[in-house]
């Protein structure tokens, strides 16, 4: 069973405009929360990182926002450029263990 | 800056070849993860460690091994390889409860 999801398999936006990548989970223990950005053929970058404690990290053009009650968070991408285009990635942990679970990941294009 | 390196990023084999992904992380973390990447199934965790001599499965054991003699090595092993392991394997590391630094990834064809 999917604990993390990320129900958009891809997503296109004007470079320049907000690019708002969407992921859920199900496990009310998930305390540790990242984004990873991959290029094709490529192993995934970390990129930003949210814990439970905080609704909101930010970190130059990218902000992280976390709902808890929601069991929601989305990465925003502010502007977005033709270089962000990649497959994007939200992973989760409880504080339980060592294990983040995976989202299925967003294809995202900036388009120039 | 943290470095994980795998010892392929291509690589052809034949079904029933036994076959071996092998990690090297310079770090020195205590947890090591190797996922493999599909299309639309995401990253799929198959087996991790988290000190020497240990192994825990993940999601998607089957049909793999893994050995850990020290602690910035971790292998993945295919016994028999076959054409549904055909795939995008990736090797990660971090600390307890840390970001996780991924390698490059390899690319694995099974004929």
């Known amino acids: 069973d999917q604990q993390v999801k990320q129900n958009s398999p891809s997503l296109s936006v004007q470079e320049g405009r907000i690019s708002i990548l969407n992921c859920d989970y199900t496990?009310?223990?998930?305390?540790?929360f990242l984004w990873y950005k991959k290029y094709p053929a490529e192993g995934p970058t970390f990129l930003i990182s949210?814990?439970?404690?905080?609704d909101k990290n930010e970190d130059g053009r990218f902000t992280v926002f976390l709902n808890k009650s929601a069991k929601h968070l989305s990465l925003h991408i502010v502007p977005s450029q033709p270089g962000d285009s990649a497959v994007y990635f939200c992973?989760?942990?409880?504080?339980?263990?060592?294990?983040?679970?995976f989202g299925t990941g967003t294809s995202l294009t900036v388009i120039p | 800056d943290v470095k994980v390196t795998q010892s392929s990023r291509y690589l052809v084999k034949r079904t029933g070849e036994k076959v071996f992904l092998e990690c090297v992380q310079d770090?020195?973390?205590?947890?090591m993860f190797w996922y493999r990447q599909d299309p639309g199934l995401g990253l799929r965790l198959i087996y991790f460690?988290?000190?020497?001599?240990?192994?825990e499965k993940g999601d998607i054991p089957e049909g793999y091994s893994v050995s850990r003699e020290k602690k910035e090595r971790f292998s993945l092993i295919l016994e028999s390889a076959s054409t549904n392991q055909t795939s995008m394997y990736l090797c990660?590391?971090?600390?307890?409860?840390?970001?996780?630094?991924f390698g490059p990834g390899t690319r694995l064809t099974v004929l």
């Open positions: 990660a590391s971090s600390n307890i409860r840390g970001t996780e630094f």
């Open positions: 992973a989760a942990s409880a504080n339980t263990g060592n294990q983040f679970y």
């Open positions: 949210i814990s439970s404690i905080k």
């Open positions: 496990n009310s223990m998930f305390d540790y």
């Open positions: 770090m020195d973390h205590e947890n």
């Open positions: 460690s988290y000190d020497v001599k240990m192994k």
